[in-house]
């Protein structure tokens, strides 16, 4: 294994991780990591997605299986942390000061300004998702059907999830 691959997944999940806004970035992740750097297919973009979402835990536990699929053991380590060690550090130091000034009109103005921005980030996210998985009328009416469930039922999502990949897996998806 090359030390060099290994300071490269490093280095480039570093940066993702410091740049993700909630931990959603996928659409730089797939400009980096499918269209500049070449490591990962889209398929393997939304595979690892797919799988980080099934999993307790972070949003994106999918950088562990991208480093996996660069270098194996080794990257998988390098991308984890990579994506969260920086990230967690300035967290925690933003935590801190956060809550010294939380009093403060420019954090509220801060933070409402931060939502818009979030929710951009995330429909960006959901737009690399749909490129890459969603193949036809079966494809778009499963995601329709989910998204429906997913924001006007109570359903646990897990369920939801759960019935989407089975009616997919029926369906030939």
Do not use: C
């Not at 980096?32 to 799988?51: D, M, Y």
């Not at 979030?118 to 959901?126: F, H, N, R």
């Not at 494809?139 to 369920?159: D, E, M, P, Q, R």
């Amino acid at each position: 294994m090359s030390t060099q691959i290994l300071l490269d997944l490093l280095s480039v999940f570093a940066r993702l991780g410091l740049i993700s806004f909630g931990g959603t970035n996928l659409a730089e992740m797939e400009r980096v990591l499918v269209g500049e750097r070449h490591w990962i297919s889209p398929a393997t973009l939304a595979n690892g997605f797919a799988l980080g979402q099934l999993m307790p835990g972070p949003n994106l536990l999918a950088v562990t299986h991208y480093g996996y699929a660069v270098a194996g053991y080794a990257g998988a380590l390098a991308a984890s942390v990579g994506f969260y060690g920086p990230t967690a550090l300035l967290s925690t130091s933003v935590a801190l000061v956060w809550r010294r000034h939380s009093a403060h009109p420019w954090v509220v103005a801060f933070r409402n300004a931060l939502l818009p921005f979030g929710g951009g980030v995330m429909l960006a996210g959901a737009l690399v998702l749909g490129k890459s998985s969603i193949h036809g009328w079966a494809g778009a009416l499963l995601a329709a059907g989910s998204f429906v469930l997913l924001t006007k039922t109570k359903l646990n999502s897990v369920i939801i999830v759960g019935l989407a990949a089975l009616i997919g897996a029926v369906i030939g998806l």
